[in-house]
């Protein structure tokens, strides 16, 4: 069974800075795409940052420059630095990863339990 397990979240002032992180484990054969999502109260669930295997990274526009995504393939982890963090951050951040578990099969989506970030003076 799959499981990507998210820690980091918690409750920041604004300027300030958080680290996600996200590790993956279980009968995994390849991992391709890793991502965030996040999800605010009342709004749909939206692309934060994602990377590939190969470390090409994409960026929602409203976090470039304050957010770094990282990986370490050999470790199953995904990282999701944030700085200069701003009350619109706040959300429930999910961890995603497009994996296969055998060949042959998939890949298909995993999705994280979430974890909160606010940001709040």
């Known amino acids: 069974q799959v499981q990507l397990v998210e820690s980091g979240g918690g409750l920041v002032q604004p300027g300030g800075s958080l680290r996600l992180s996200c590790a993956a484990s279980?009968?995994?054969?390849?991992?391709?795409?890793m991502g965030w999502y996040r999800q605010a109260p009342g709004k749909q669930r939206e692309l934060v940052a994602n990377?590939?295997?190969?470390?090409?990274?994409n960026y929602a526009d409203s976090v470039k420059g304050r957010f770094t995504i990282s990986r370490d393939n050999a470790k199953r982890t995904v990282n999701l630095q944030m700085n200069s963090l701003k009350p619109e951050d706040t959300a429930v951040y999910y961890c995603n990863a497009a994996l296969r578990i055998r060949i042959g099969a998939g890949p298909y989506e995993y999705w994280g339990q979430g974890t909160q970030v606010t940001v709040s003076s």
């Open positions: 990377i590939t295997s190969r470390g090409t990274t």
């Open positions: 279980g009968s995994i054969f390849s991992i391709y795409d």
